[in-house]
């Protein structure tokens, strides 16, 4: 599995757009990424291709400070979608707290059939977001997210034709 880190990127600009106006209003500007009231951790996300509908996925971040795993985060995941006309849109599908290695792990048992898309719309990617409005073990972190490839047969809907 190839593990990378990846931000910014395009697609990733509707979720924030979308969720993180929500999240900036309640925690302010001090959740900032160089603002120097928080410490900066990093998210990588793995790649993620299935070849079957019924075929278990996990949407797999990893979370760590100067290369330390930063256990007890919580990562939210996003699925971004495509519908014909071009237009993207990122759907939150679940979260998972790191563990001690600083993974946090969201699977799908029932495949890719079990993702939020309708019949017209193809999954483009997923998109993960760290964001602690509390200190963990006394240290204020910093917002950040990342995004990588999800490529699937089919998703939702779609599966169902």
């Given at each position: 599995?190839?593990?990378r ?12 757009g979308?969720?993180g ?5 309640a ?6 990424p160089?603002?120097d009231l928080c410490t ?5 996300l793995v790649?993620?291709?299935?070849t079957e509908?019924?075929e278990?996925l996990?949407?797999a ?5 100067a290369?330390t795993?930063?256990v007890?985060?919580?990562?939210s995941?996003f699925?971004?979608r ?6 993207v849109l990122?759907?939150?599908v679940g979260?998972?707290?790191t563990?001690a290695d600083?993974?946090?792990r969201?699977?799908?048992a029932?495949g890719?059939?079990?993702l939020?898309?309708?019949?017209d719309q ?5 998109t993960?977001?760290f964001?602690?409005?509390t ?6 972190y910093?917002?950040?997210q990342?995004e ?6 089919c998703?939702?809907f779609?599966?169902?034709q």
């Amino acid at each position: 599995m190839a593990v990378r880190r990846i931000w910014p990127r395009a697609r990733s600009t509707l979720v924030v757009g979308v969720t993180g106006v929500m999240i900036l209003a309640a925690a302010g500007c001090g959740l900032e990424p160089g603002s120097d009231l928080c410490t900066e951790p990093q998210l990588e996300l793995v790649d993620v291709t299935t070849t079957e509908a019924t075929e278990p996925l996990t949407l797999a971040g990893r979370l760590t400070v100067a290369g330390t795993p930063l256990v007890g985060g919580e990562v939210s995941y996003f699925v971004v979608r495509q519908d014909p006309d071009g237009d993207v849109l990122g759907v939150r599908v679940g979260s998972a707290h790191t563990d001690a290695d600083g993974w946090a792990r969201l699977t799908f048992a029932g495949g890719s059939r079990d993702l939020p898309a309708f019949k017209d719309q193809e999954v483009v990617g997923y998109t993960a977001r760290f964001v602690s409005l509390t200190k963990i073990d006394g240290v204020q972190y910093c917002r950040t997210q990342a995004e990588a490839d999800l490529t699937v047969p089919c998703a939702g809907f779609s599966c169902r034709q």
